[in-house]
């Protein structure tokens, strides 16, 4: 079993800043420091759509084009944590966010939400 366990999320006004994280737990079936990472979201009625990537050191990230510039993905290995620091935050940012390792694994999501 992996379990991936994001936090950091809530309410938070436009112009404002969100850092989330995602906790690996230690797991047989899987090391975090072997794994590229990424960064999804899901709006309310709208499809899941990728966010970030980032690769095992950490040293090449990518971005979809609605957050670069805005957000910046991190991982600390030692720690077995995922990050994404967001700023310039807007409405629809709006989302619940996951983090995502291949083959299928899946945290269970933190809101985020952006509102005046």
């Known amino acids: 079993q992996v379990q991936l366990v994001e936090s950091g999320g809530g309410l938070v006004q436009p112009g404002g800043s969100l850092r989330l994280s995602c906790a690996c737990a230690a797991s047989s079936l899987f090391t975090f420091s072997w794994n590229t990472m990424h960064w999804y979201r899901q709006a309310q009625g709208k499809e899941r759509e990728w966010v970030a990537t980032?690769?095992?050191?950490?040293?090449?990230?990518n971005y979809a084009d609605s957050v670069k510039g805005r957000f910046t993905i991190s991982r600390d290995n030692a720690r077995n944590t995922l990050y994404l620091q967001m700023n310039r935050l807007k409405p629809e940012d709006t989302a619940v966010y996951y983090c995502?390792?291949?083959?299928?694994?899946w945290g269970q999501g933190t809101q985020v939400t952006v509102s005046s």
């Open positions: 980032i690769n095992t050191a950490g040293d090449n990230t």
């Open positions: 995502h390792a291949w083959p299928d694994y």
